[in-house]
């Protein structure tokens, strides 16, 4: 009798322990925002016309403004996310990166779509006029500021480096800071994708 309860306790209390683990809230490797309303739609031109973030509802969309000419953090950040999207296979048709120049004079779309194919060639890469990148940018709390570089760089410019994540409905859901790795990215997207 006594054996009997003590494996009923041990099978009820594994239970419980395999239920907890598959059934745990998800803790998410970036931050999370609470957006009470859709993210703010624009209009940029890519490499075959203009390209509208309402494009793609129905698919999560990752956010992420750079320059080609960057020299570290956005070639990091991208192959991040290349690899990531490797990772989740087939759910990748459900994601939509977005690269938004912050650097007109030099990226074209031509030149965006050639940089950005090299990490995943899903990638849209889109450009506009300064004072539309501008607007972009101020709506979704991008800083950038073009200094000085060397003769062999030209000018640099510093930017916030999130990667910001928009959910299939439009709403801004998370923020990765710079130095995600791929695993915590492709982590998020699986957890979102499932919602």
């Given at each position: 009798?006594?054996?009997?309860?003590?494996?009923?306790?041990?099978?009820?209390?594994?239970?419980?322990?395999?239920?907890?683990?598959?059934?745990?809230?998800?803790?998410?490797?970036?931050?999370?925002?609470?957006?009470?309303?859709?993210?703010?739609?624009?209009?940029?031109?890519?490499?075959?016309?203009?390209?509208?973030?309402?494009?793609?509802?129905?698919?999560?969309?990752?956010?992420?403004?750079g320059y080609?000419?960057?020299?570290?953090?956005?070639?990091?950040?991208?192959?991040?996310v290349?690899?990531?999207?490797?990772?989740?296979?087939?759910n990748?048709?459900?994601v939509q990166?977005?690269?938004?120049?912050?650097?007109?004079?030099?990226?074209?779309?031509?030149?965006?779509?050639?940089?950005?194919?090299?990490?995943?060639?899903?990638?849209?890469?889109?450009?506009?006029?300064?004072?539309?990148?501008?607007?972009?940018?101020?709506?979704?709390?991008?800083?950038?500021?073009?200094?000085?570089?060397?003769?062999?760089?030209?000018?640099?410019?510093?930017?916030?480096?999130?990667?910001?994540?928009?959910?299939?409905?439009?709403?801004?859901?998370?923020?990765?800071?710079?130095?995600?790795?791929v695993?915590?990215?492709?982590?998020?997207?699986?957890?979102?994708?499932?919602?």
């Amino acid at each position: 009798m006594k054996i009997k309860f003590l494996l009923s306790f041990f099978a009820t209390v594994l239970g419980l322990a395999v239920g907890f683990y598959f059934f745990r809230p998800h803790t998410f490797h970036g931050t999370v925002i609470q957006s009470p309303e859709t993210s703010h739609d624009f209009t940029l031109t890519g490499i075959n016309g203009n390209v509208s973030l309402s494009d793609y509802r129905g698919k999560l969309v990752l956010l992420y403004f750079g320059y080609t000419f960057c020299p570290d953090i956005c070639p990091a950040t991208l192959a991040n996310v290349g690899q990531a999207l490797k990772q989740i296979g087939s759910n990748a048709d459900d994601v939509q990166t977005i690269m938004i120049s912050l650097d007109p004079q030099r990226d074209t779309p031509e030149k965006l779509a050639e940089y950005t194919a090299h990490f995943h060639p899903s990638f849209i890469g889109v450009t506009g006029t300064q004072e539309q990148l501008d607007a972009v940018a101020s709506l979704y709390g991008i800083f950038y500021q073009v200094n000085e570089g060397s003769d062999a760089t030209g000018y640099l410019i510093d930017h916030t480096a999130t990667l910001l994540v928009i959910d299939r409905e439009g709403f801004l859901k998370l923020v990765f800071p710079f130095g995600v790795t791929v695993d915590e990215i492709a982590d998020d997207l699986k957890y979102m994708l499932r919602q």
